[in-house]
DNA sequence: TCGAAGTTTCAGTTTTTACTGAAAGTGCGA
DNA sequence: TCGCACTTTCAGTAAAAACTGAAACTTCGA
């Protein structure tokens, strides 16, 4: 029978590794995906140090990927006081965590895409010809989809939990 | 100045070597989602060798990555009248294609968090401590996130585009 | 039952992505 | 203005993912 302490640790780094194994299936680097597990469950900030030693990588990995999700707004710089060494602390709240997701993803993802398929469009919208028209026809229409897809994410994204979920939960449940 | 069938060729081979490059960055590889790409816009279904061609690949990597394509739904086999060889024709209907890649997005990554978060949290529950309380706290609130988040894409993945999109457009408009 | 047409598999290779660690850079306090 | 504490960069390396091509397998008609 182990300690409580132990079951927490346990816990925690369960925790830690599988997310570093969704992370790699949603296209996030492992490191990145540990680190900010690592970082959403510490009750204190930690530095870089702190984050090579518990996840046993390089100052090179650790440097790199805690700048990384300081830039997707997941994670914060905070100075100790008293302290020279810049200390990383995690965004807690769950809604807003969702919304720099659903932010950045739409910037790096959706955007670009959308792109794509309005220029595509636009350089078929003269021809003739069925087979030319079934073309802009699809890219048409994967781009009004597309298009909606990216106006309900700015909505998602700029919106308070308590007026968006209520509703979707209403309309969906 | 080009002609239209060159112009309708480039259009067609910008959107399926870009499409590609999107694939990538949502985790999807590079050969999988140009075949997508070169489907969704064939007016008809086309052979392995046809996509060797059309692609400059190899035989192994069109036969798996058609393989899996068909595995998402995105592709179905055709067989030709009078024809022995295998013939691919892709969804076209938009509405379906989202719903294809919720589901599947669904199934391969949302319940896999989903089962971890609550492991985390049921191994957590009884433990005392402010620290076990916080993470057990923040394992529950992102359980019951991705719950909600796992339940409106069951909803989505199983409605009609009619029923849906109206209501979405009109609540996030 | 054979062989031609077609499909699948997979060991080996290439390409891409992630990671390391040491060197260069930064900036602060004495 | 030096030296220390810390951060960033990056060339080189390791690991992972994707791809090739040929051999094995399947199916079907004669």
Redo the contacts between chains.
Sequence with gaps: MSS?AQ??A???L??VT??GV?GS???INRTMAMLHALL??S?IPLSTDDAMEALQISRGNANTNLRDLVAWGLLRKVVQPGQRRDYFEAE?D??KI?CTVVRERKR??VD??LE??Q??AE??AA??????R??HG??K??GE?VE?AA??MD??AASERSKI?P???K???
């Design positions: 409580p079951t927490l346990d816990a925690r369960e925790f599988q997310w969704l299936a949603w296209g959403l469950t009750p807690k769950v809604w969702f790096r993802e670009p895409a794509v398929l220029r595509c350089q078929t021809l003739r010809g069925s087979e030319a079934q073309f699809m890219m229409a994967l989809f909606l106006r309900i909505r998602v979920v509703a979707v939960v309309l969906f449940k």
